[in-house]
């Protein structure tokens, strides 16, 4: 995400967050987010595998956000977050996080595409 993507999204408050209900893991956290921000969160285990990849941020003009970014999005809109998403928004921490992020989610798609159905 560049800088100028970053003042779009700061100010862009019609959005879905999609994730996959059916994950275990994914679905536990998410619950969590829930209770603690006004995001409207949508089940997206019925949509394309593209959107079983990744967490994602869908908004009302088309744009998307997904992975670290989505997660940056989600953490500055919920309470007690918002200084995870300022840490990981740095930018070490923020091209390692979206190394691990890559790993993790890897796993946990191939673990819900054999397992979870």
């Given at each position: 995400?560049?800088?100028?993507?970053?003042?779009?999204?700061?100010?862009?408050?019609?959005?879905?967050?999609?994730?996959?209900?059916?994950?275990?893991?994914?679905?536990?956290?998410?619950?969590?987010?829930?209770?603690?921000?006004?995001?409207?969160?949508?089940?997206?285990?019925?949509?394309?595998?593209?959107?079983?990849?990744?967490?994602?941020?869908?908004?009302?003009?088309?744009?998307e956000l997904s992975g670290v970014d989505a997660f940056i999005y989600v953490w500055?809109?919920?309470?007690?977050?918002?200084?995870v998403g300022r840490i990981i928004r740095l930018?070490?921490?923020?091209?390692?996080?979206?190394?691990?992020?890559?790993?993790?989610?890897?796993?946990?798609?191939?673990?819900?595409?054999?397992?979870?159905?």
């Open positions: 995400m560049n800088i100028n993507d970053y003042w779009y999204y700061i100010f862009m408050d019609n959005s879905k967050v999609l994730f996959n209900e059916k994950c275990a893991i994914c679905n536990f956290e998410i619950k969590h987010y829930k209770k603690r921000s006004n995001l409207q969160f949508e089940d997206c285990s019925s949509m394309n595998e593209k959107y079983l990849k990744k967490l994602h941020v869908v908004f009302d003009d088309g744009k500055e809109r919920t309470n007690g977050y918002n200084w930018p070490v921490i923020y091209h390692l996080s979206k190394i691990a992020y890559f790993f993790l989610a890897y796993i946990l798609f191939w673990r819900y595409k054999y397992f979870a159905k």
